[in-house]
């Protein structure tokens, strides 16, 4: 049996992240993949068998919150091979009525954007943005840190942060309002804030990218999407996604770790009560000197690949809460990739190429938003008016395609288990082969709507059904984030209370990825914050000390380069 300090199950690129910091800090690290490449949801790959050349992003497209954090910083990525491309603008949705939305990185030049149709919607549009900034700042120490650890966010605040702070929760009524806020749904913000659909509307189809239909109450959080593209920005690996993993394997390796593909983990080994090590489903045995760490989903990791003996005598109620308390709604994705031979062009809103740097969105009204989002999760299939996300990466990034071609990335919210075909088709969820490519029709001709040449510009095309992109990334229905996005499965209660600081109640045993704090995304804070709840495990005395240094220092710095 190969032995390492540790091993990790899942090369996505939080286990990545997680892996570099520990070997940094002096530990040897196995990573075990079950896909031929690294990346998880994070890969950039050539996927249409007859045009090898053009090269899509499977899942992850545009990155937001991986530049509130420090570990690109940190890692010194840009050493390993990471350039991102920051777009402006950011984001352009098609109005029926020939108006449009173009958020633009600058929050001065978005509110003339808007100010062409309604003066009144461009003044609170910078308030409503600016407040979100604000709150945004407040939070940024929390999602840098381990939901429990006190010493580890403090240290984070430094005096911008702590104006932020104050400035949305300075006072009782404020921190009322607050609490407030994040209780409500996107929906009933966008209604307090704004007159126009032309403007609700992407702004609503952005919060919905938490997964949920902007009505959903306790995700008024979702209004920070907009906010976050025109600060800290909006951007790009270039080469796509898989550029990112790119970078990590290549510090990864440099640092001595190790990592193997085509290496599906099977069980975990558990030696009086502590994990000790995996198997792998062709046999393999690796042993885990330090620990184990999961980048897969709590729910797989205990129903599955543990002895449920084990299980129950760590803790006799965590199996029967992790079956029936934790959320997933049965939205996932339908994803369509396609090869051009020129650009989108929206003619009708008097069309310019910088139109396409950012997302274009698909959303004619909060209500399309609405329908979109709400009907896979009663296992409809919300295609009789597609609303949907694209991005033509090329305009930004052409190193993705052939000069002077282009791909086409598409996202389309879709039921992970479609209503009335239960135990057909891929995996049982009633997807096949000719329903997949019949709604990705329906999807494009909805963009020929707005974009016709989409019809005679395609050259190569490429459908992913939800139940084939689960199997793909191994997470359950489909959820790329692997539990929902809602406020009661966030920070202190992501997965589970019990769950929630990367440690489990087997000894040895951690997890990171999507589904604990700060949540999906590219972010790489649940890999870091779950490599120092580890380092905190090994060496408690002298890692906070380390910590308590650090966060003086940081203070202090702070505090002198403020003032």
Partial sequence: MQAY??????????????????????????????????????????????????????????????????????????????????????????????????????????????????????????????????????????????????????????????RDLFSVIGSADKTLDFIRTMLTSAEDLLNEWFDEEFLKAPLARLAAELGAPPSQKML???????????????????????????????????????????????????????????????????????????????????????????????????????????????????????????????DRWNHRDEYLIGSVLIADSVKHVEIAHSEPAIGRIPDADPSFYLVQPTMRDPSMAPDGKHTVWIEFFAPYNIEGLEGTGQHGTGWTDELKNKVADRVVDKLAEYAPNVKTATIGRRVESPAELGERLGTLKGNYYHIDMTLDQMVFFRPLPELANYKTPIDGLFLTGAGTHPGGSISGMPGRNCARVFLHTQEPIAQKLRDARDSLKSTVESVFRIN
């Fill in 5 to 162: 300090d540790v091993v990790i199950i899942g090369a996505g690129h939080n286990g990545l992240v997680c892996a570099a910091y520990l070997l940094k800090a002096g530990y040897s690290v196995l990573l075990l993949e079950k896909r031929s490449v690294p990346g998880g949801a994070a890969t950039t790959e050539a996927v249409i068998p007859e045009l090898p050349e053009f090269k899509f992003n499977l899942c992850a497209i545009d990155h937001e919150f991986i530049h509130l954090g420090p570990v690109v910083e940190e890692l010194e990525l840009e050493k390993y091979g990471l350039e991102y491309l920051f777009c402006d603008p950011v984001a352009f949705c098609p109005h029926p009525d020939g108006r449009y939305f173009l958020g633009r990185r600058s929050l001065d030049d978005t509110c003339k954007e808007i100010a062409q149709f309604s003066e009144r919607d461009a003044k609170k549009y910078r308030e409503f943005t600016e407040y979100w900034q604000r709150a945004i700042g407040a939070m940024i120490p929390m999602f840098n840190a381990p939901p429990k650890s006190v010493v580890d966010i403090v240290g984070n605040y430094d005096i911008a942060k702590i």
């Fill in 220 to 346: 008024g959080i979702g209004a920070i999407m907009m906010a976050m593209r025109h600060n800290p920005g909006m951007a790009r690996p270039k080469g796509g996604t898989g550029a990112l993993v790119q970078a990590l394997v290549n510090l990864v390796t440099h640092l001595g770790g190790k990592i193997l593909t085509d290496q599906s983990v099977e069980k975990i080994l558990i030696d009086d009560g502590r994990a000790v090590g995996v198997r792998t489903r062709d046999g393999n045995e690796y042993r885990a000197n330090k620990g184990v760490i999961s980048n897969i989903d709590a729910q797989r990791l205990f129903l599955y690949m543990l002895d449920p003996a084990d299980v129950h005598a760590a803790d006799p109620n965590l199996r029967e809460r992790l079956e029936r308390r934790i959320v997933n709604n049965n939205e996932t994705i339908l994803k369509i990739d396609l090869a051009m031979d020129e650009p989108l062009k929206f």
